[in-house]
């Protein structure tokens, strides 16, 4: 278990990406948790968590998206502006009943500073007494959808389930704790508050549609574990001191090796408990006919029974799916449960809508695969992030930007076009740069949104395979090389132009050698010599050559023995050194001219009349 709760890190990245500093930095912001829980600071937070009166944020008015309105979770970071520093909106669900005493519960959301809560005095639960509550906080019914862990337990008269986030700890049967990211169906038992065992039958995870609430008799971490076990819908587990103080590797207090468990989704897991069936949305060693518990679809819905969304034929995406399932594969990211990034999405989605109002932000909870995606449909636009992506650690604030901003152009940026009539890849990632974020960050960080977005997507490029990375032979729209997108993404950053590679223009390879003149006819003739040959349309235009000092140009034609070479007829003064200039002159393949390599020097000598 690391030294912080899962919110802390997101939320520290938040406090950078908003004051543009560093990590470390932003670690400095932070409020200590001693000044975060006195009362007037936390009635502040807390409201703010919760968008309560007077701080309704996106629940004011007619809001159609209620009850979601509110896009604060538990990495939101709050500045505490008396101060200059912040806090963390930062777990059970809402609802869950928490024992007052023997006889009577009291919902967890419902507790207040000052309130008794039943608390067991050591890890053997021979003594339970009341305590007082001194940290009380959540986020309320109004945020948005956090995604939660539902654990499923034999009672002695049924089955029953608990809601919790990943970081929970319980105590299990050895009397040691284990964070509900960690329980094992058919391995562990976790223990009521009479000390009966209950075996764990089932882990799942899903979006739970209301609030999350901490309570704890302490303010700060924890030293110890007796006072600060309480008992949810009857099962012993800890309270938020125990959650946030550091756990790794006190044995006194956690299983045996508790750091280096696997956690619930991951491949290390099936690889350790191969009797568990399911997947990384959920594992059981129930039988399949076996009916689960579980709160109703309106306010839990289980991973395992959502579908990632269909999109129609002409979709476009950010990588393609090969790239995709390398990132997915390889990528570092945060278990499916663990709430990473989703109330950044959230508030980036309601950004971009700002500007973007026919457009619909979707968030598909179901898709595994690393990947976003953009297309219109019966005439209105989607822009979808998979939560496989938004999981991975190189998505932070920066590079979650671009993603969207990558996706908007595949809609709005114009040509190069696919035939499928949205715009390339390469020219999505150059205007996501150049157009869309000073867009709509204007007067903002956007030279650190650029930078940072591209260099964090870049690092994620890196976990595709070569093959994969390679791109189609010959094609300059949907399926370049991630060389060529990168070489797109370093032009805008350097005001370039689009790289050829992604549809740009031709890379330029032409250049002018030199030049000599001579006598002709009626005036003199310039021979211009090119590296390569020549368009001949483009060659003999009269209006392609200039000089200085200036001289009037009457006709340009190709030499008749080599395709490098133009002549140039124009009214030059002998013995004057001139230097001829040419201009949209391409060559035969259509590469224009160097910048800078498109002049020569010359001179005509003076005509020495012949000898008596």
Not at 421 to 443: H, K, R, S
Not at 579 to 594: H, W
Request: aromatic content about 10%; proline content about 7%; charged content about 20%.
């Amino acid at each position: 278990m690391s030294d912080h709760p899962a919110w802390w890190k997101p939320c520290v990245e938040n406090i950078a990406a908003l004051e543009g500093i560093s990590f470390d930095a932003a670690v400095k912001r932070l409020c200590t948790p001693d000044h975060c829980n006195q009362d007037n600071v936390h009635n502040y937070t807390h409201k703010i968590c919760s968008c309560e009166k007077p701080f309704l944020n996106g629940c004011s008015g007619n809001n159609p998206n209620r009850p979601s309105c509110c896009s604060y979770t538990m990495e939101s970071p709050i500045l505490v502006t008396a101060d200059n520093c912040y806090c963390c909106c930062g777990c059970f669900a809402n609802g869950t009943p928490i024992m007052v005493d023997a006889n009577s519960t009291k919902q967890i959301q419902e507790f207040v500073l000052g309130d008794p809560v039943w608390v067991a005095e050591d890890e053997h639960l021979n003594k339970w007494v009341q305590k007082e509550v001194k940290f009380s906080s959540g986020v309320g019914d109004n945020g948005i959808y956090n995604a939660m862990i539902k654990v499923v337990y034999q009672m002695p008269n049924g089955l029953d389930y608990i809601l919790c986030n990943r970081n929970q700890p319980f105590l299990t049967a050895d009397r040691k704790l284990k964070v509900a990211s960690k329980l094992v169906p058919g391995i562990d038992e976790l223990i009521m508050y009479d000390n009966t065992p209950v075996p764990v039958k089932d882990i799942s995870v899903g979006l739970f549609k209301k609030g999350m609430h901490n309570i704890a008799t302490s303010i700060g971490p924890s030293n110890e574990i007796g006072g600060h076990l309480i008992a949810a819908k009857g099962i012993v587990c800890g309270d938020y001191s125990l959650q946030i103080r550091n756990l790794a590797g006190d044995s006194l207090l956690m299983v045996n090796d508790h750091d280096n468990l696997p956690d619930f989704g991951t491949e290390a897991y099936f690889e350790k408990y191969k009797h568990v069936t399911g997947d990384h949305k959920g594992v059981s060693v129930m039988q399949h006919e076996e009916e689960l518990p579980g709160p109703s679809p309106d306010e839990f819905e289980d991973f395992k029974n959502l579908k990632p969304m269909q999109h129609p034929d002409n979709v476009r995406y950010f990588v393609t799916e090969a790239q995709a399932e390398d990132i997915t594969k390889k990528a570092p990211g945060a278990g499916i449960g663990s709430n990473y990034n989703l109330g950044l999405v959230s508030y980036l989605f309601k950004l971009f809508s700002g500007f973007y109002p026919e457009v619909k932000f979707y968030l598909d909870h179901a898709a595994d695969q690393a990947n976003a995606y953009s297309y219109i449909m019966n005439d209105v636009p989607f822009v979808i992030l998979n939560s496989g992506l938004i999981r991975k650690y190189d998505m932070d604030y920066n590079s979650l930007v671009f993603v969207i901003a990558h996706e908007l152009n595949h809609l709005y940026a114009g040509e190069p076009l696919g035939p499928n009539g949205y715009t390339c890849e390469g020219m999505a990632d150059y205007a996501a740069i150049l157009g869309t974020i000073p867009q709509v960050f204007y007067g903002g960080p956007v030279i650190q949104i650029q930078k940072g977005g591209v260099e964090k997507v870049k690092n994620l490029f890196t976990y595709i395979s070569e093959k994969n990375a390679m791109g189609k032979p010959g094609n300059k729209c949907q399926f370049i090389s991630i060389k060529c997108r990168e070489d797109a993404m370093n032009a805008a950053l350097s005001l370039g132009d689009l790289p050829e590679c992604a549809g740009g223009p031709p890379t330029p390879t032409l250049e002018v050698l030199e030049a000599n003149a001579e006598y002709g006819d009626q005036y003199p003739v310039i021979s211009v010599t090119f590296n390569e040959a020549v368009d001949r349309d483009s060659a003999i235009i009269p209006g392609n050559y200039g000089f200085n000092p200036i001289a009037k140009t009457y006709r340009a034609a190709m030499d008749p023995e080599s395709d490098k070479i133009v002549k140039v007829v124009a009214d030059i003064e002998p013995d004057t050194e001139y230097t001829i200039y040419v201009y949209d002159v391409k060559s035969k393949d259509g590469s224009p001219l160097i910048s800078g390599k498109n002049k020569a020097k010359f001179k005509l000598p003076e005509l020495v009349p012949p000898k008596a």
